[in-house]
């Protein structure tokens, strides 16, 4: 399935969505790499097989097998890190204090450049809601140089993408219930 293809699946409620998507896909103020990655990761992250599927077959091709590779990655140990880091700040107590001891080895060797990197884990961790790791990945790519329009395009990517996936979960749980 290809993006025009997603965007056709999605129904006249949720034009807006078909109106940002489109928009999205070509945002300026990020390079192709963070774009493409954007969108995978927050395509990964809102565990639509679909959106999941499009997104990867749309904007994998614009990544290099690496960079497909640390998307994937970010995804993977954001999903892990999310998790635990919005208990560690939700349940107050010791927690915060304790080691984590949860390997996260790629997060220091990414395969990509760390803020692209750090970019996309804020992508994830907007997806996934976890207010520690946005602000944590957000101070360091912008200690690397990533303005804050960039950081607007990422979660903007990442919003969207993750409604499509929710509109389209919705409507295909209508649609087994009828």
Known sequence: MSLDA???R???????LRLNL???ATEPVLSEQQRAGCFVVSALASRNA?????LVAEFGPKLSPEALTAAK?????MGMNNIYYRFTHMVHGDYGKMPAKLRMNIMAKPGVDKADFELWSLA??????CGMCMESHERVVREHGVTAEQVQAAVRIAAVVHAVASVLDGEDA???AA
């Open 50 to 54: 679909e959106v999941s599927n499009a």
């Open 10 to 16: 999605l129904p006249d409620y949720a034009r807006d």
């Open 6 to 8: 997603l965007r056709d």
């Open 124 to 129: 994830v961790s907007a997806v996934n809601g």
């Open 174 to 176: 209508l649609a087994k």
């Open 22 to 24: 489109g928009s999205l």
């Open 73 to 77: 990655a970010a995804a993977a140990i």
